[in-house]
Each structure stands twice: as structure tokens, then as C-alpha cells.
């Protein structure tokens, strides 16, 4: 039943597939346990081979032969006789292997088709999202891994979130010089467990920081295991003191994300940043949740360093964002109001952030009314301060975008125009001044945009899914309306810096050629200035 509803659930929330295909091949490369998964082989395997084999073997053993199955030679019939065969073979592990295989058959065409198209490219990876195979989250038991820190939405606190694979007690520890700590806190443990993840998370709060001030901090079980130290400087008290952002989308734990993720690790550890925004689509796991631990384990870096604030995007929706709302409290999760880090507001210096949700559970743009009611409110709430507030920025950040020109017809045609009209007035109304978003794999900036024609009082919309993913950058872009600025197809990430509150800079530097070894070069920049 678990894998008829995993293929239930690929074939509704993502529409993939050939459902009318009828020939399939078996992967050629397909191994488990040392043995080669082929059509003659699967035929002699012998009970000794096999012996022993628990579910998850005999599910990896079942989607090795699936996971070529879309341009192959043989016929459904002779596929289903193989797996049968394979299923005899296996004593009494047999009937296990029957009824895992008989549902996964009925819709082989679009379970294999999901496989492809969400990333699940290998056995383990399928079957752990089925919850028949274990994923451990970590190197060791109790050591901390995925170290990571957000801000509260309180100038003085600084929230610091690991892994272990035990559960241990949550202790943070913190001091103004390298290895001398004076200031502890007890933090508290949580998990989750969709898609046969084992781990637990902790989560503890640094408070009583001092603004401009650089701490060190190990995180760990408060006896003798601790992480290795890293330190970060709290943000300044002067409102007008310059801030600098990494603004990044669509980063995936792949080859093709690995030139920006180096260029973000060497510019966060020589201090080139005070903030990483991330605007959804974080790791690409779409459930396979090791590609989560590798991509948390690869940006820790920076991420422990540097403050990380995240929206979710469509590919962090499988299981209802799980993964994505345990490992990352943002301030709405903070806030009693709603309880969750899908939409929430912060202020840094003059600038008031809005992270807005724009996505559905079966992978479509969409805004709950509860939290359009959410939107207007906060909004209305900053505007009267803002009076107040030497008029700062207002940057609202979610992952689809409200505008775009590449040849995506369904997300910058039906999906754009939903979200301009459950977004665009409110935004527009309360004088955002800039939108990020991701999504679209490439970069392209607007002029202040409003109804489709370009207004100087509407945001200027940045558009930056080009972080890069197995999806990699590939849309052509349409004749560009009025409104378009800029556009840009290659890899990369953007720079962000406020220096005050008339003056913004925003830049996108490209990887070259996306290789790690290579550098950067900038090719977008922009200058807002407001009068004083």
C-alpha cells in the first residue's frame, strides 16, 4: 500500500510520466548488493544470493530494474515475468516482494517517469522516499553535524540549529574570544520521520548579544561532544549601517550548483556577507532526504557563519514541507500568531523583510486565504511604522515570480498572473520597493513593474532561480515586454547591499563557465535611490 501511495502521490503532485508507454528497458547498470540487475540476472539469481535480504533489499532490488524503464526494448509482460521470477526466488521473502512489486507494475510508466524527473535516479533513493529504507542523517552518532543560524526577529538573540543521529541533550555555548565561553543556553530536540529519515534536530537561542559583535560558539551535548567552533557578527544597532546579502534560488546538492556554492563558502568565510536570503528550492532532495543532509553538510561553512534565511519552494513541498519546517525555524516559527516558518516578517536595520509562501501542495502557485489575510495585515501594521522610519526598504521575498519572459508558459503565464492577483495590489499599495524570487533557472531583472507596464512606484522584481540544479539552465526567453531590464542565463547568485535608507545596490555575478575553479564575473547591477 506505502508504494501504490508513493506512486499515487508522484503521478498527482507532479503530473510525470508517459501513463500510455508500453515498452520500458532495464537499466543496464542497475546493481544491489554487488549483484547486476538485468533481465538474465534477475532470472539466476539463487535463493543463497538473496537470503536474508530484508524489505528495503527487495524494494531496491524491484526499482533497479524500474529505473531504466522508460527507453527500453522489452515489454511490460516481460518485465512483470522477470520481477515475478526474481520474486520466487527469494523464499520467503517472496510474498513481501510480490506485494511491494504488484502496485509499483500497475503504474511502472509513471513511477518511472517520477524517478527521473524528481531526482529519485537511484534504488535507495526511491524506496527511503517509500519509507522502506532507512536514511541516517549522519557521519557519527552524537557529533554535530549541519550546523546552521537564523535570526529570531529579536536584534539580540541568534537561533543556531544541528543534527545528531542520537538524541542528546541541546547546549550551546558562546564567548567573545576563541575557546573561552561564558554564556550557555539549553535549547530542545525535534524530528521528523517521512521518508525513513533518522535523526534529530536541536535547536537552541544565543541571547544577550551585543550589536557589531563577533562571538565563537560550539554547539553539542554539554559534556564531551561538541562541534567544532565557529564564530559570527551580530548585525549593527545604527539602522543607516551598511548590510550586505547573498540573495540565491534554485541551489541543488549537484555537479551543477557546485561552482556557486563554492564561490557563496569562500565569500561568507572571508566575512563578504552579513545575511544569506535563499529563495526557495534548497538542495533539490524532493524528498530523498540523504540529498538533504549532503547539501546541509556542504553549506555549514557559511550557513554557520552567516545567518540563513530561507522561503520554501516547490521542491521542498514532498510530505508537506517537512523536512523543510523541522530544519529550518525561521521568526514565524518563533511567533505564536501562525507557529510556522512558511510566511513570516523581520526587520533588519531600516528594511523590513516579508517571506511570503507561494506554494501548493501538489506543486501549482498559491496563496491560502489565511495567509493573504496575514499579508495585509503586517502590511498595513509596517506602513504606519514606516511613517515613522525615515521611509526604509520593504523587500518581500517568495519563490515564484509575479513577473518572467522565458518560454515557461505555465509559470509565467497562468502561474504569474495567479500570483499578481492575490499579491500585486497589496504589494503595490504598501510600497514594496523590491521582490526576490527564484524559480525560473536564470536571472532577469525588471523595471519597477505594475499591471504589466512599467511604473516607477512599483517593485523592481529580481528574479534569481540561476543558484544551479539537475534541472540546469535551459529556457530560451521571449521577446522581453517593456518591463524587462535584464536577462541573464547563466549560473549564478546576486549581492545585495543597503547602505542606508536612501541608497540600494543589488548586483548578479555569473559563475564562469560554472566552474568552481574559474571565479566570477559581474554581469547585472543596479542602483535604487531614494530622496532623503
Not at 533481465?39 to 530484508?54: C, D, F, I, K, T
Not at 512483470?80 to 526466488?89: L, R, T
Not at 512489486?101 to 531526482?119: E, F, K, Q, T
Request: hydrophobic letters at 40%.
Amino acid at each position: 500500500m506505502r508504494f501504490f501511495l508513493l506512486s499515487l502521490t508522484i503521478v498527482l503532485l507532479f503530473g510525470l510520466g508517459n501513463a500510455h508507454s508500453s515498452r520500458f528497458r532495464v537499466d543496464p547498470d542497475a546493481k544491489v548488493n554487488g549483484v547486476e540487475l538485468n533481465m538474465e540476472s534477475l532470472r539466476s539469481l539463487s535463493q543463497e544470493q538473496v537470503q536474508g535480504w530484508a524489505k528495503c533489499d527487495v524494494c531496491e532490488a524491484i526499482v533497479g530494474v524500474v529505473g531504466g524503464a522508460l527507453t527500453n526494448n522489452a515489454t511490460i509482460p516481460a518485465l512483470i515475468d522477470a520481477v515475478g521470477h526474481f520474486c520466487d526466488s527469494l523464499g520467503f521473502l517472496g510474498g513481501p516482494c510480490r506485494s511491494l512489486s504488484a502496485d509499483l507494475l500497475n503504474l511502472l510508466p509513471s513511477v518511472a517517469g517520477g524517478m527521473i524527473r524528481l531526482g529519485l535516479d537511484s534504488p535507495v533513493a526511491v524506496c527511503s522516499f517509500a519509507s522502506y529504507c532507512d536514511v541516517p542523517c549522519c557521519v557519527t552518532d552524537t557529533v554535530p553535524e549541519q550546523v546552521h543560524i537564523s535570526l529570531t526577529g529579536d536584534s539580540e538573540e541568534m537561533l543556531v540549529t544541528w543534527v545528531t543521529m542520537q538524541n542528546t541533550s541541546s547546549v550551546v555555548r558562546v564567548g567573545l574570544a576563541s575557546g573561552e565561553y561564558n554564556q550557555h543556553g539549553i535549547g530542545y530536540t525535534n524530528t521528523y520521520k517521512n521518508g525513513g529519515w533518522i535523526g534529530i534536530i536541536h535547536y537552541a537561542i544565543m541571547t544577550e548579544l551585543q550589536p557589531s559583535t563577533r562571538y565563537y560558539y560550539q554547539v553539542g551535548d554539554g559534556y564531551n561532544t561538541w562541534s567544532e567552533e565557529f564564530s559570527f557578527i551580530t548585525l549593527p544597532k545604527d539602522p543607516e549601517a551598511p548590510i550586505r546579502y547573498a540573495v540565491l534560488g534554485d541551489l541543488g546538492a549537484q555537479f551543477e550548483g557546485n561552482a556557486t556554492i563554492t564561490h557563496l563558502l569562500q565569500a561568507a568565510v572571508n566575512g563578504e556577507f552579513d545575511v544569506i536570503l535563499h529563495i526557495g528550492d534548497i538542495s533539490y532532495a524532493d524528498g530523498y532526504q540523504k540529498t538533504w543532509d549532503i547539501f546541509m553538510r556542504w553549506m555549514e561553512p557559511a550557513i554557520a557563519r552567516v545567518p540563513y534565511m530561507v522561503v520554501a519552494g516547490n521542491h521542498e513541498l514532498p510530505f508537506n514541507f517537512a523536512a523543510f519546517q523541522h530544519r529550518f525555524l525561521m521568526p514565524g516559527a518563533l511567533n505564536p500568531v501562525h507557529g510556522a516558518s512558511l510566511y513570516y516578517d523581520f526587520d533588519i536595520g531600516n528594511t523590513h523583510f516579508m517571506g511570503i509562501h507561494s506554494e501548493s501542495v501538489i506543486n501549482t502557485a498559491y496563496i491560502s486565504d489565511e495567509q493573504l489575510q496575514w499579508i495585509q495585515q503586517s502590511t498595513a501594521k509596517y506602513s504606519e511604522r514606516r511613517k515613522n522610519r525615515n521611509n526604509g526598504w520593504f523587500i518581500a521575498m517568495f519563490h515564484r515570480p509575479l513577473y518572467c519572459t522565458n518560454d515557461d508558459k505555465e509559470n509565467c503565464d497562468s502561474g504569474a498572473n495567479y500570483l499578481r492577483q492575490k499579491l500585486e495590489d497589496v504589494l503595490y499599495q504598501h510600497e514594496t520597493d523590491v521582490i526576490l524570487s527564484g524559480h525560473q533557472h536564470d536571472y532577469e531583472r525588471t523595471y519597477g513593474v505594475y499591471r504589466n507596464n512599467t511604473d516607477p512606484k512599483g517593485p523592481v522584481h529580481l528574479i534569481n532561480g540561476a543558484g544551479g540544479n539537475r534541472e540546469s539552465n535551459d529556457r530560451t526567453f521571449l521577446a522581453a515586454p517593456a518591463w524587462s531590464a535584464f536577462r541573464d542565463s547563466s549560473f549564478g547568485f546576486g549581492r545585495l547591499t543597503i547602505y542606508n535608507h536612501t541608497h540600494l545596490h543589488w548586483q548578479f555575478y555569473a559563475n564562469t563557465n560554472n566552474d568552481p575553479a574559474l571565479g566570477q564575473e559581474l554581469h547585472d547591477e543596479l542602483w535604487i535611490v531614494k530622496s532623503a
